[in-house]
C-alpha cells in the first residue's frame, strides 16, 4: 500500500502526534504479532503489540482518541477472524477470545473497541466482559455490515492475514445482500453496540444510506485499503487528480449517511484541507 507503513511504537508515536497537530480525532490500531499460532494468542496478551502501543499512546498523545481492532486475523496462523477446526470456523469458541482481547485492550487505556470479526453474539460477549470489569462507559464500534469484499486485498497483504485456505463467505456479508445490513446491524445495536459501522464504503453507498434511514445512532464507514489504493495507483499513473478525488471521494460516503469516516487519507485530506 503506497504511504502506508508497519510501524515500530516509537514511529507511532511520532505518527500520532502528527496525526493529532492535523486536527484527525482518532486513529485504528492493528497489530502485527512476531508470532502467530493457530488461536493468535499475541492478540489478547496484555503485553501483546496493540496493548503496549495503546499505552504509549495514552501516555504521550493523550488526547488522541484511540480505537482498537478486535479480531484475531493479525494473529492466527491460518489467518482466519475465528478459531478452526476440521476446516470450519467455530463461532462460539471464538467469542471468549475476543472478549478477553477486548478486555486486554481496555485495561491499555483503549477510548473505544470496534470487534471487525463478525462472529454472531460477539458484541454482547464483549460487552458483558467490560461490564464485569468495571469498563461499562467504554463504547463499542461494531462493524456491523462487512462485506467478504475483494477491497480488503491490499490490507491482507499488509498485514499478512489471506487466509491461508478457503474464505471469509462463512461469516462476512454477501456482497449481493442488501437486507442483511439492516438484520446484522438491529442485532448489533440490541447486543449493546454504541456505534455502527459499514464496511467498505464507496461501494456501499446504497447500505450506509439503508442504515442512516432506519437507525439512530453514530454511523462509521470504512473506506478501506482497495478504496486506498486504486486511487492513488490511478493519481501515480497521471489518470485522475488525486486531491479531488480524495475529496470528492470521501464527500460521496458523508452524503450518503456516515458520520464518521476511517480512511487511510486522513492526513493527506487533512493537508488538503487546510490549503482549502
Ligand atoms: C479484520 C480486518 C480486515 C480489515 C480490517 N479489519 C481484513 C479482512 O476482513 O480481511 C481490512 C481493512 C482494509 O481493507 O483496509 N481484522
Known amino acids: 500500500m503506497p504511504g502506508q507503513f508497519r510501524l515500530s511504537i516509537p514511529e507511532l508515536i511520532k505518527e500520532c502526534a502528527e496525526a493529532h497537530s492535523l486536527g484527525i480525532p482518532a486513529v485504528t490500531l492493528f497489530g502485527i504479532p512476531k508470532m502467530k499460532d493457530e488461536y493468535g494468542s499475541e492478540g489478547f496478551d496484555s503485553d501483546g503489540i496493540v496493548q ?60 473505544l473497541v470496534a470487534p471487525s470479526d463478525m462472529m454472531d ?82 461501494p456501499y453507498l446504497d447500505i450506509i444510506r439503508d442504515i442512516r434511514e432506519r437507525f439512530d445512532v453514530p454511523l462509521a464507514a470504512y473506506q478501506v485499503s482497495g478504496e486506498y489504493a486504486m486511487i492513488k495507483a490511478a493519481a501515480q499513473q497521471g489518470l485522475i487528480d488525486e486531491g479531488r478525488t480524495i475529496a470528492e471521494s470521501l464527500l460521496s460516503i458523508r452524503r ?21
Open 256 to 276: 450518503a449517511g456516515a458520520d464518521l469516516i476511517l480512511t487511510y487519507f486522513a492526513k493527506d485530506f487533512a493537508h488538503l484541507d487546510s490549503k482549502g
Open 121 to 202: 453474539g460477539r458484541v454482547a460477549a464483549i460487552r458483558s466482559a467490560l461490564d464485569e470489569s468495571g469498563y461499562q462507559d467504554l463504547p463499542i464500534l461494531s462493524y456491523a455490515a462487512k462485506y467478504a469484499s475483494c477491497f480488503y486485498a491490499p490490507f491482507r497483504d499488509a498485514a499478512d492475514s489471506t487466509p491461508q485456505f478457503g474464505d471469509r463467505k462463512s461469516y462476512q456479508m454477501d456482497p449481493a445482500n442488501r437486507r442483511e445490513a439492516v438484520r446484522e446491524v438491529a442485532l448489533d445495536i440490541e447486543e449493546g453496540a454504541d456505534l455502527i459501522m459499514v464496511k467498505p464504503a464507496l
Open 52 to 111: 503496549r502501543a495503546v499505552r504509549a499512546i495514552k501516555d504521550k498523545v493523550p488526547e488522541l482518541l484511540v480505537i482498537t481492532d478486535v479480531c484475531i486475523d493479525e494473529y492466527t496462523s491460518h489467518g482466519h477472524c475465528g478459531i478452526v477446526k476440521d476446516g470450519k470456523i467455530l463461532n462460539d469458541e471464538t467469542l471468549e477470545l475476543l472478549a478477553k482481547m477486548a478486555l486486554t485492550h481496555a485495561q491499555a487505556g483503549a477510548d
